[in-house]
């Protein structure tokens, strides 16, 4: 079964930007929707953002506009770009397809 490795871990200033990045191993991302999520310190898990096989993609309200969600499925790997950070984006991310990655930490200050 698919595998999950996020990576782009970092602190930033707000306003400042990140790239994460979700490595698949074990099989292809190609046809599956795929999705980043992220828990804040004593908050539930959220969804952010999703990417269907398609193409097509969809956003929570708090980061549109803000982040943007891509995949490259010749690298088998999902990317979220993050720009505008604020702090309140400040929690773990995880990338998910069924199964969730380890997450990596994202800090705005």
């Known amino acids: 079964h698919v595998q999950l490795v996020e990576s782009g871990e970092g602190s930033v200033q707000v306003g400042g930007s990140l790239r994460l990045s979700c490595v698949a191993s074990g099989d292809t991302i190609g046809r599956y929707c795929m999705g980043w999520f992220r828990q804040a310190p004593g908050k539930e898990r959220e969804g952010v953002a999703a990417i269907d096989s398609d193409g097509s993609t969809s956003y929570a309200d708090s980061v549109k506009g803000r982040f943007t969600i891509s995949r490259d499925n010749a690298r088998n790997t999902l990317y979220l770009q993050m720009n505008s950070l604020k702090t309140e984006d400040t929690a773990v991310y995880y990338c998910?397809?069924?199964?969730w990655g380890q997450g990596t930490q994202v800090t705005v200050s």
């Open positions: 998910a397809t069924g199964v």
